[in-house]
């Protein structure tokens, strides 16, 4: 099969988990006799001079890619952010030509719907796997911009367009004066230009989720917030999988002697390693030695490892890593006694669960989204609330309150799914859009 895998960003300027995930794909179905292109956003100008574009072709570890650098005139709330049509109209020459059996969107974000309009109008067979909320929240992670976690999206689009204003300090302290009430009255009548682009939006992204003819969600719980929007018989659930081998004949390099607990990955606030860093600093360790280990990549968001390292206030404990390279993910994790998991917004279904589980790393998570999902509480690894400082303190002093928890819940630590089963169901999928354009499978699990 040939197969054009669109996405917003890719490798090697960008490693966040939706851009490894399809790199990962990417390599699995090239090394499996596929032909496979990646279509990717690689810069964007957002104060250019002129609406234009410029692609160039590049390859990476073997792959072809065609990196599309955007020039953009207007401000955020532009509607080229989710419908650019240059970038529909360079896609549907570019399909002219490549001719794909398939084409497997990932997301939605920076690509937007034009790519995938110009697809169906094409006839070519589509997927869509989503990673996140972007295609019902402008914010994309359904969480608010006060940091609170949205739990209904607004009936009215100028609740959204308050929640984007919640960045902001006296937008903030409106909304706590009047317990909320705020969002509508001056969303509707402040805010009238951010409602209506939002109203847009909505109408534009809802009405493209009806045109992959497969729209697959790693984690029950992402399909529950899609499933209002989504055909049931168009809905898979299709739980990632990872490559097991790295993970073999590697040994726990832990000891008694010191309690390592671990991050890895995007250093973000959305990724929540303050609440890390301050609950490790809350631990009554007594005599027992603990180490807090941060891996990740330490220059996409320079203030917030500023705001990291004060709160670590040159504490020995406490190492920043940087980043690192995939083939050492098994090496890192088999260090930590536990890896921790804080995320603020309803993470999908995180590689650095997958990985640890791999690893045979219990695992420290908020207690929401696929999170929770993939963590069994007490069984496998524990749970806190989210956002939550001294739960989360009190969760990790439990591992040196209580000499066997730890080796209860390691023992309990569940091999996840290899890839070859996720990329066999996936290959099922392709198919049966390939071979039944117009049919679809129930969605599984």
């Excluded at 993970?247 to 832990?254: D, E, K, V």
Aim: charged residues 20%.
């Amino acid at each position: 099969m040939k197969i054009v895998l669109p996405v917003h960003h890719f490798p090697p300027r960008y490693t966040a988990g939706a851009e490894l995930y399809t790199f990962r794909l990417a390599r699995w179905l090239h090394t499996h006799g596929h032909d496979v292109e990646i279509v990717c956003v690689e810069t964007i100008d957002w104060r250019s001079e002129k609406n234009d574009l410029s692609v160039k072709q590049d390859t990476y570890e073997d792959l072809p890619v065609w990196r599309v650098d955007l020039h953009i005139t207007d401000d955020r709330w532009w509607p080229r952010n989710y419908d650019n049509p240059l970038l529909g109209e360079w896609f549907a020459n570019y399909l002219a030509q490549s001719q794909p059996d398939l084409v497997h969107f990932q997301a939605g974000y920076l690509i937007g719907n034009a790519p995938l309009r110009a697809t169906h109008a094409a006839g070519i067979p589509t997927a869509l796997t989503l990673h996140d909320y972007w295609f019902l929240c402008p914010r994309t992670t359904l969480q608010r911009g006060d940091g609170s976690l949205c739990t209904k999206i607004p009936d009215d689009p100028a609740g959204c367009a308050w929640c984007m204003k919640l960045e902001g300090r006296r937008y903030r302290l409106a909304d706590t004066l009047t317990q909320g009430r705020a969002s509508h009255t001056v969303g509707n009548i402040v805010l009238q230009k951010e409602r209506d682009q939002i109203a847009r939006r909505r109408i534009n992204l809802l009405a493209a989720l009806a045109l992959p003819d497969a729209v697959i969600v790693p984690s029950r719980f992402l399909g529950s917030q899609f499933a209002p929007y989504v055909d049931a018989e168009r809905l898979y659930v299709s739980k990632l999988g990872i490559d097991l081998t790295p993970f073999q004949g590697i040994h726990h390099g832990t000891s008694n002697d010191v309690l390592r607990i671990g991050f890895t990955g995007q250093i973000a606030q959305h990724k929540g390693i303050h609440l890390l860093i301050e609950a490790f600093r809350k631990i009554q360790s007594g005599k027992q030695a603990i180490e807090l280990h941060i891996h990740g990549g330490l220059d996409r968001y320079p203030r917030y490892v500023h705001r990291l390292r004060r709160m670590a206030a040159n504490d020995e404990r406490i190492f920043f890593h940087g980043r690192f390279e995939n083939s050492d993910v098994a090496t890192i994790l088999h260090r930590l006694d536990v890896n921790v998991v804080p995320s603020t917004w309803y993470e999908n279904s995180p590689l650095s669960i997958l990985e640890a589980h791999a690893a045979g790393t219990p695992v420290v998570t908020s207690a929401m989204g696929g999170m929770a999902e993939l963590v069994r509480d007490g069984i496998d690894g524990l749970h806190f609330q989210p956002n939550d400082v001294d739960d989360l303190t009190r969760q990790l002093q439990r591992l040196i309150n209580e000499p066997m928890l730890l080796a209860q819940i390691r023992v309990g630590v569940p091999l996840p799914r290899s890839i070859d089963e996720e990329m066999q169901q996936l290959l099922n999928i392709y198919r049966n859009l390939i071979i039944q354009p117009d049919q679809h499978l129930q969605g599984v699990a």
